[in-house]
């Protein structure tokens, strides 16, 4: 049987982690955001959806997209965030749902950092939410970026509330600790999960 297990969490709280351990006890993980990346290189059906709605004024000096450029037309405005997100979320969709598709039975971690506030809950039979308070989540964006405070929290509070997400969750992961902590629990999570099937 398979089983699809949501992987979600705020910027630097340790998703990634949380995917590679996963990884590493022989699941199979699907990432949203390198599947984001893929299609949006050169010619793929991302790139040509920015282009057709955006213009080639998005595109930096090798023809390829300038994230940045993009990430500053819609930090701000969360009109434009809200075009992007429509002519973007449905093609993201749609390859997770045929990555899904391709795997065999068994247990398949999709990593989507925007899982609920995309409403995609409905993709997966559980979810987690990996969590991490403020305080340290600031530190560690500000150490992973070399942003200042500001800046951090900016991005931090661009995004809906960890403390949410952990309400909305079957389970919760906190990645406070150690690597070694927050691999006890992944495994801790993962038995609960298969006990319930």
Do not use: W
Not at 3 to 10: L, M, Q, V
Not at 13 to 26: D, Y
Not at 40 to 49: E, N, V
């Amino acid at each position: 049987m398979k089983r699809i297990i949501g992987i979600t969490g705020g910027i630097a709280s340790g998703k990634s982690n949380v995917a590679s351990i996963c990884k590493e006890l022989g699941y199979a993980v699907i990432d949203s955001d390198e599947i984001t990346h893929e299609l949006s290189l050169k010619d793929g059906p991302i790139y040509k959806a920015i282009i057709d709605r955006f213009g080639k004024d998005y595109l930096d000096l090798n023809g390829n997209l300038d994230r940045k450029k993009i990430a500053q037309l819609i930090f701000n405005n969360s009109a434009m965030k809200t075009v992007l997100d429509k002519i973007t979320h449905p093609i993201i969709v749609d390859e997770i749902k045929n990555r899904i598709r391709n795997i065999p039975d068994g247990l398949i971690f999709v990593d989507i950092p925007l899982l609920f506030e995309a409403k995609l809950e409905y993709l997966c039979d559980k979810t987690i939410c990996v969590f991490l308070r403020k305080k340290l989540q600031v530190e560690r964006l500000m150490a992973r970026d070399g942003i200042d405070e500001d800046y951090a929290l900016a991005k931090i509070h661009s995004q809906m509330d960890l403390y949410l997400k952990k309400e909305l969750a079957d389970y919760v992961i906190d990645s406070s600790g150690d690597f070694i902590e927050t691999k006890k629990q992944v495994i801790n999570v993962i038995n609960d999960i298969l006990k319930g099937e």
